[in-house]
C-alpha cells in the first residue's frame, strides 16, 4: 500500500503545468475558529495568482467531495477560506488543523467590481466571507463602506469584530434577537437606504436574502451586485451544473458576482439546480 503524501506528491507535480486549472496542494498555515459554525483556514499561497474579492477556490480533500469556497483574505503568502459546517465535506475541514496539505484549483470567477467610493455591504451568514475581503479592498484603496451582517443569532455572526477593526460601520441584526436589531438584516438595509446615499450595494448570503436586497436596490436605482451559489462541478464553465435560466449564464465561469437587474431576468430567486442537475423550487 503507497503512502497517501506519495500519491499527493504525484498529483501535485503532474499537474503544475495547468495553471489555475489544475490541482494545486496548500499547506494549512493556522486556522481560526470564527464562531460557532464557521472555521477559517490561512493557507499557503506561494506562486498562486492573487485573488480578487468576489472570486473562489473549488478545494478538495483527498477522500472527500471537492467544493466551491469563497476567498475571504488574501495577502502576502497567504489566501484565506471561512468554512462553514454544513455537511460531511465541511465537517471534515473542521477536523483539520495548521499544518495539513489539501488541494485547490483557481482562483475562478469574476469577482465584484469595485469602482466607486462609497459601498453598503449585506452579507447573511457565511456570505459575510467574501464581502469582509471586499470590504478590506474598498477601505484599503480610500472608499467608504457600511458592513450590515445578519445571522440567526449571535453565535452566528461572522466577521463583525474583523470589520469594527478595520474602521468600517458595522450593523448587525440577528433572528432571535440575541444581539443589535432583531429581525432581517433585509429590514436593516431598508432603513440604511433611506439614511445615507450609496454609489452600490454588494451582497452575499442566503438566496431569498440576496432577492430582497436586490429588489430593495433596483427599485431604488441604486447599483447591486449579488455574488450567488450553484451548485459547482468542474468550477470554469464546462459542465453547466451551475447554469441560470433561461439565460444560460454560468455561475461559476460568469459570475458568481451579477448584476442585480440581470439576476431579476433568471430564476433567481426561483429555483435552483440540485446535485442531479433537477431543478428545485426555492419559495
Ligand atoms: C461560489 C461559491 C462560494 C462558496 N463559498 C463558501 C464559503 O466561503 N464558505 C462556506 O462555508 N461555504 C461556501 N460555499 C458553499 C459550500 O460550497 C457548501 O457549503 C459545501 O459544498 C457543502 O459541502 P458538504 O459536503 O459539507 O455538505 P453537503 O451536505 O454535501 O451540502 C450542503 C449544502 O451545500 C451545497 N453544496 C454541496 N456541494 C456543492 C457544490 N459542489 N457546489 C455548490 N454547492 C454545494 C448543497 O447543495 C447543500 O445545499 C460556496 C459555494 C459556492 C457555489
Ligand atoms: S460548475 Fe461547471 S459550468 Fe459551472
Known amino acids: 500500500m503507497r503512502e497517501k503524501s506519495s ?69 502576502a503568502g497567504y489566501v484565506r477560506i471561512s468554512v462553514s459546517n454544513e455537511g460531511p465535506t465541511t465537517a471534515e475541514f473542521h477536523r483539520l488543523d495548521g499544518g495539513e496539505l489539501i488541494f485547490l484549483r483557481g482562483p475562478f470567477g469574476n469577482g465584484f467590481s469595485l469602482s466607486g467610493r462609497s459601498f453598503l455591504l449585506v452579507g447573511g451568514g457565511y456570505g459575510a466571507a467574501p464581502l469582509i475581503y471586499a470590504a478590506k479592498s474598498i477601505t484599503g484603496a480610500g472608499g467608504r463602506c457600511t458592513f450590515l451582517v445578519g445571522a440567526r443569532n449571535k453565535e452566528e455572526l461572522l466577521f463583525v469584530g474583523e470589520a469594527r477593526g478595520l474602521g468600517i460601520r458595522t450593523t448587525v441584526a440577528t433572528e432571535d434577537g440575541s444581539e443589535g436589531y432583531r429581525g432581517l438584516v433585509t429590514d436593516l438595509l431598508k432603513t440604511e437606504l433611506k439614511k445615507r446615499s450609496y454609489q452600490a450595494v454588494l451582497t452575499c448570503g442566503p438566496e431569498m436574502m440576496m432577492y430582497e436586497v436586490v429588489r430593495q436596490a433596483v427599485k431604488l436605482r441604486i447599483r447591486v451586485q449579488a455574488s450567488l451559489e450553484r451548485f459547482m462541478k468542474c468550477g470554469f464553465g464546462i459542465c453547466g451544473s451551475c447554469v441560470l435560466d433561461p439565460l444560460g449564464l454560468r455561475v461559476c465561469s460568469d459570475g458568481p458576482v451579477f448584476d442585480g437587474a440581470l439576476l431579476l431576468k433568471t430564476d433567481f430567486g426561483k429555483r435552483k439546480r440540485g446535485a442531479s442537475g433537477a431543478q428545485v423550487r426555492l419559495c
Request: aromatic share 14%; proline share 9%; net charge positive.
Open 7 to 75: 500519491i499527493l506528491g504525484e498529483i501535485a507535480a503532474s499537474n503544475q503545468s495547468f495553471g489555475r486549472f489544475a490541482f494545486r496542494p496548500a499547506r494549512i498555515k493556522r486556522t481560526v475558529e470564527e464562531n460557532s459554525r464557521v472555521k477559517s483556514f490561512y493557507l499557503e499561497s506561494k506562486g498562486m495568482e492573487p485573488p480578487r474579492p468576489g472570486q473562489f477556490f473549488m478545494i478538495w480533500l483527498p477522500g472527500f467531495e471537492e467544493v466551491p469556497m469563497s476567498v475571504s483574505d488574501a495577502g
